[in-house]
């Protein structure tokens, strides 16, 4: 009932925001929530997955704490009108990335974030991706290499890829990163296993992840993880 309930939401919501206006004057086009209490508030960034756009996760702000800013990013690689990724597949699987694809759209996420740190007048301690799928491979593909430009991040139903997996090693410059994993068990698109390994592969480089199981959930994101995201964002920014 709960996952029926956040459906219906997000389906409501994104049809109210389909007609917010699309940004384009930083590096990725993206929709925007901020209002005037927002100055020096957390800055959360929402990465859409495979195949989708930038209003897909647009709704769960309203889930969110209300008085913080939300943008919705737009990946930079066209599949189709309205459908976009991150990077082109590598091999059979769409979660597997090209590495040509991963440092451009990682480099342009970074030069997104920097340049949005400034505009919405707060400091990287308080920025925070999230990103589900595809976008949740994103967001430790940046969070995890260059965790100077972030607070935190929150990775919803996705993977860390092999290539980032074969270079993480312990670093002080991560100590400081906030880690949400969240990962339904009926995933048949990223396999459950793809949460906990992720989970267990950054307890092994000394980073301490909030890792949540949601039980019956398959790949999208159901109203207990919402509830769960609000309450880590808020003890992030007490």
């Known amino acids: 009932m709960l996952k029926f309930l956040a459906l219906l939401t997000l389906l409501a919501s994104a049809a109210v925001h389909a007609q917010t206006p699309l940004q384009t004057d930083l590096p990725l086009k993206y929709l925007e929530q901020s209002n005037p209490d927002s100055r020096d508030q957390p ?4 990465l859409h997955g495979y ?13 969110l704490p209300k008085q913080y800013t939300y ?8 599949l189709e009108e309205g459908s976009y990724q991150w990077f082109r597949k590598k091999g059979e699987g769409a979660y597997n990335g090209e590495t040509d694809d991963l440092k451009s759209s990682g480099q342009v996420l970074i030069d997104f974030i920097a340049k949005a740190t400034r505009k919405y007048h707060t400091e990287p301690g308080k920025v925070f991706l999230v990103g589900f799928s595809q976008g949740a491979i994103m967001s430790y593909e940046v969070g995890l290499r260059h965790p100077e ?9 996705g993977r860390i890829l092999p290539v980032l997996k074969s270079e993480l090693k312990p670093d002080e410059k991560r100590q400081s990163l906030a880690i949400f994993i969240g990962h339904g068990t009926a995933d ?9 390994e992720a989970n267990s ?9 909030e890792f949540h199981a949601y039980q019956g959930v398959g790949h999208n994101i159901s109203a207990e993880e919402l509830q769960d995201l609000n309450a880590w964002l808020q003890r992030l920014n007490p």
């Open 43 to 46: 800055l959360v960034i929402f």
């Open 51 to 63: 195949g989708s756009n930038e209003q897909d996760l647009f709704g769960m702000k309203d889930e």
């Open 71 to 78: 943008l919705s990013v737009r990946a930079p690689v066209v």
């Open 149 to 157: 430009v972030l607070g935190g991040i929150a990775a919803l139903s």
């Open 188 to 196: 048949k698109r990223l396999p459950y296993s793809d949460g906990t």
């Open 201 to 209: 592969l950054l307890q092994s480089v000394s980073l301490e992840p």
